[in-house]
């Protein structure tokens, strides 16, 4: 298929990235153009498992700033950059774009699709008291808002999508698997992860009763790839990318995170409907015994095993609808 695919992630943390990264290999494999345009933060984090592979030689990445709507979720003081003429002409270039859930690039691109669970203008829309005070919010707000009208299709997560504030045609994809499977290369240990994400946001006060039962550090769940043992369960954010690493890997997610996040409950609600994660004070008290907390992995390998796939065939699914 003689096309150029372009992939942008959204800016926000490290999730929507490692997911396009991973989802590249399938347009790689089948001999497509591909690029990837993530920010410098998420490279960095993401240099070994790129080392990792041959076939990311192949891949051309693009780096900018934290860019778009969701740069206001750190409700930082942020400097609203224009976009690099580089950058704009990579994507007019571009037969698709593909973005996990960051709408800028619509306004570039020749023909744009989603992908992921949710988009930034939803993510605001819901989280009303999320929307930062810093007199250009609206402004961006409002364009993005306007830029829904340019996508062409979605590609929604089975499962955790949130529906979007406007109509798109959109197609339900499995989650993505990874590259191999991680859990035939691992040992379990008798450790407690707390995984906080990259975002530096929702992170509650802790304390002493973490280590109770278990030995706790805090490790980020992304790190299980370099690692020759995991965890018993994994404590922290309910972002998908953390939720995706422990299914991936066989481990119990336990929700823990403060504040008030429309996204991240929903996230939440999604995994304990399923039957695949504990609350996190019955887990401390010792009120789940360890049948109990095997039952839920071999449920959590069942579902990994009916609800993923891998990238190879996600992407064949993706061209069947571009």
Same mark, same amino acid.
């Given at each position: 298929?003689?096309? *150029?695919? @372009? %992939?942008?992630?959204?800016?926000?943390?490290?999730?929507?990235?490692?997911? $396009? #990264?991973?989802?590249?290999? =399938?347009?790689?494999?089948?001999?497509?153009?591909?690029?990837?345009?993530?920010?410098?933060?998420?490279?960095?984090?993401?240099?070994?498992?790129?080392?990792?592979?041959?076939?990311?030689?192949?891949?051309?990445?693009?780096?900018?700033?934290?860019?778009?709507?969701?740069?206001?979720?750190?409700?930082?003081?942020?400097?609203?950059?224009?976009?690099?003429?580089?950058?704009?002409?990579?994507?007019?270039?571009?037969?698709?774009?593909?973005?996990?859930?960051?709408?800028?690039?619509?306004?570039?691109?020749?023909?744009?699709?989603?992908?992921?669970?949710?988009?930034?203008?939803?993510?605001?829309?819901?989280?009303?008291?999320? *929307?930062? @005070? %810093?007199?250009?919010?609206?402004?961006?707000?409002?364009?993005?808002?306007? $830029? #829904?009208?340019?996508?062409? =299709?979605?590609?929604?997560?089975?499962?955790?999508?949130?529906?979007?504030?406007?109509?798109?045609?959109?197609?339900?994809?499995?989650?993505?698997?990874?590259?191999?499977?991680?859990?035939?290369?691992?040992?379990?240990?008798?450790?407690?992860?707390?995984?906080?994400?990259?975002?530096?946001?929702?992170?509650?006060?802790?304390?002493?009763?973490?280590?109770?039962?278990?030995?706790?550090?805090?490790?980020?769940?992304?790190?299980?790839?370099?690692?020759?043992?995991?965890?018993?369960?994994?404590?922290?954010?309910?972002?998908?990318?953390?939720?995706?690493?422990?299914?991936?890997?066989?481990?119990?997610?336990?929700?823990?995170?403060?504040?008030?996040?429309?996204?991240?409950?929903?996230?939440?609600?999604?995994?304990?409907? $399923?039957?695949?994660?504990?609350?996190?004070?019955?887990?401390?008290?010792?009120?789940?015994?360890?049948?109990?907390?095997?039952?839920?992995?071999?449920?959590?390998?069942?579902?990994?095993?009916?609800?993923?796939?891998?990238?190879?065939?996600?992407?064949?699914?993706?061209?069947?609808?571009?």
């Amino acid at each position: 298929m003689s096309v *150029k695919i @372009t %992939l942008v992630a959204s800016s926000n943390g490290l999730g929507h990235a490692r997911r $396009l #990264l991973q989802l590249s290999t =399938g347009f790689l494999e089948r001999g497509i153009q591909t690029c990837l345009i993530i920010t410098q933060s998420q490279s960095k984090k993401l240099q070994f498992e790129i080392a990792g592979l041959e076939i990311f030689r192949k891949l051309e990445l693009h780096l900018i700033a934290p860019t778009g709507l969701e740069v206001f979720a750190s409700k930082k003081t942020t400097i609203r950059r224009p976009i690099e003429t580089s950058t704009v002409e990579l994507l007019a270039s571009s037969d698709f774009t593909i973005s996990d859930n960051s709408l800028w690039p619509a306004e570039f691109s020749k023909k744009f699709y989603l992908f992921g669970h949710f988009d930034w203008v939803t993510y605001f829309t819901k989280n009303k008291n999320e *929307k930062n @005070t %810093l007199l250009d919010f609206e402004e961006v707000y409002q364009k993005e808002k306007e $830029l #829904l009208r340019e996508v062409s =299709g979605w590609f929604k997560m089975k499962d955790f999508h949130i529906e979007s504030q406007r109509k798109i045609k959109s197609v339900e994809i499995p989650i993505l698997k990874y590259h191999r499977d991680p859990k035939k290369y691992k040992s379990r240990t008798n450790q407690m992860w707390l995984s906080f994400g990259t975002t530096g946001r929702n992170v509650p006060k802790l304390d002493e009763s973490l280590n109770q039962m278990y030995q706790s550090q805090q490790l980020e769940s992304w790190r299980m790839d370099y690692k020759n043992r995991v965890p018993e369960v994994i404590v922290g954010r309910p972002g998908i990318g953390t939720i995706r690493d422990c299914f991936a890997n066989n481990v119990i997610f336990v929700p823990l995170w403060n504040g008030v996040d429309f996204e991240l409950e929903h996230n939440e609600e999604v995994v304990m409907n $399923l039957g695949l994660s504990i609350n996190f004070k019955n887990l401390i008290s010792g009120g789940v015994s360890e049948n109990a907390l095997n039952n839920i992995r071999s449920d959590i390998d069942s579902y990994w095993n009916q609800s993923s796939a891998m990238p190879f065939s996600v992407v064949g699914q993706v061209l069947e609808n571009l």
